[in-house]
């Protein structure tokens, strides 16, 4: 490497607390004080590898460079990181209408008109996924994704693939034989929705009748004992905003627990960029600042509608931001277009934020890279 070369901490890197994250790569990494001063340094000064290995102030300097230079946290300036995306994650919408109304959900307040992704187009978008190695596909994007009547054809196609599918749903079309097959294999997790245990509450959290209640805590319960070899398990996220939610999440996690290994989330539900908004979620604000420190969303996933379009991120719930059409471009040239390349200037603070952008409501932009400090 030419002692000439500048080197900068990557966009895509940021820290929470002790944890170094890399967006573009997926990776997570624990750092010491000296290891987040020594990246927010670089983030806003670049500089040579020898002058870095002179900073007088960082122990064991050789080490972190070398380790900081294999895992891409640090790249030479001159890197266009804008056009860089790696698909960990996928979410495709094959259906868009649910058998739910959520209180905590925009379906409630703005219900998706009815739509079925045609198999011919699922499978050409699978094609277009050729090359790459998601960790899973999910077919979703507020749908319920069992409403789908080709369901089954569709997780068959994923098992030719090698691809696996990360089923978020409420559970309540999913039958025994339905979770049977599911166990066959290419299933990565299962998420559920199940926001209380006690039926009134869930009925009127979800807007259901509780005939689907029971139905949705049967499947929880049946597959937990059926489903026991996924990759990553099985979760029951609980969501809304309440004062009784740590109590609705003990009780999910006492009765549940005996059927199988569980893992109960209490989900901090979000307006979903301003889609909705009611004592349920959480409104955000980003609008304070000019530049921001990131969001993995750009940087990692690919959101497919029902028509095959490609837009920005599971925020969108009207997907008002096209990146491009899946059935005349590839991945790549949606993902490294103009476009998708000035929404990561913007997010990843190369550039002023857009007045308008869906981002400036939204709970996963980051303010910051770094925490202040020696940095």
């Known amino acids: ?19 170094i994250f890399n967006d573009l790569t997926n990776r997570a990494f624990f750092g010491d004080e000296d290891d987040i001063a020594l990246l927010g340094r670089l983030a806003d000064s670049p500089n040579t590898l020898q002058a870095i290995s002179l900073f007088p102030d960082i122990d064991e300097l050789d080490e972190r460079i070398e380790f900081f230079l294999s895992e ?32 905590f959900c925009p379906q409630s307040v703005s ?18 996924l050729e090359g790459t190695t998601p960790e899973w596909v999910a077919f979703n994007h507020y749908g319920e994704p069992l409403v789908d009547p080709f369901f089954r054809q569709r997780l068959e196609l994923l098992r030719e693939r090698n691809f696996q599918l990360g089923l978020f749903t409420n559970g309540i079309l999913l039958k025994d034989a339905l979770a049977d097959f599911l166990a066959e294999g290419g299933v990565y997790k299962i998420v559920f929705n199940f926001p209380s245990l006690e ?27 059926t489903c026991t070899n996924l990759p990553q398990g099985i979760a029951i996220s609980v969501n809304g905003v309440t ?33 909705i908004q009611n004592e349920l979620v959480q409104i955000s604000s980003s609008s304070a600042w000019r530049h921001y420190g990131g969001c993995d969303r750009i940087a990692r996933h690919l959101h497919v509608s029902s028509e095959g379009k490609v837009f920005l991120c599971c925020q969108d719930y009207d997907q008002n931001v096209i990146l491009g059409d899946l059935t005349q471009e590839s991945v790549s040239e949606i993902m ?25 409501n939204c709970h996963s932009l980051r303010p910051v890279r770094f925490p202040a400090g020696r940095a």
């Open 1 to 19: 490497m030419s002692a000439s070369i500048e080197y900068k901490t990557s966009i895509f890197v940021h820290c929470t607390k002790s944890i």
């Open 72 to 103: 891409h946290l640090l790249v030479p300036v001159s890197t266009d990181e804008t056009v860089k995306f790696i698909p960990h994650r996928i979410d495709i919408e094959t259906c868009r209408q649910c058998n739910a109304r959520c209180q």
């Open 111 to 128: 219900p998706k008109s009815r739509g079925v992704m045609p198999m011919d187009l699922f499978s050409l978008i699978l094609s277009r």
């Open 199 to 225: 039926v009134s509450e869930w009925c009127r959290l979800m807007q259901m009748p509780e005939q689907s209640y029971w139905k949705a805590r049967h499947a929880i319960e049946y597959s937990l004992t």
């Open 243 to 275: 004062e009784t939610q740590p109590e609705r999440v003990q009780a999910i996690k006492e009765h549940f627990s005996t059927f199988g290994d569980v893992q109960v989330r209490s989900e901090l539900s979000n307006s979903r960029a301003g889609s």
């Open 336 to 360: 490294s277009g103009p476009l998708a390349r000035q929404l990561r200037a913007e997010m990843f603070g190369l550039a002023p934020m857009q007045s308008g952008r869906i981002c400036l």
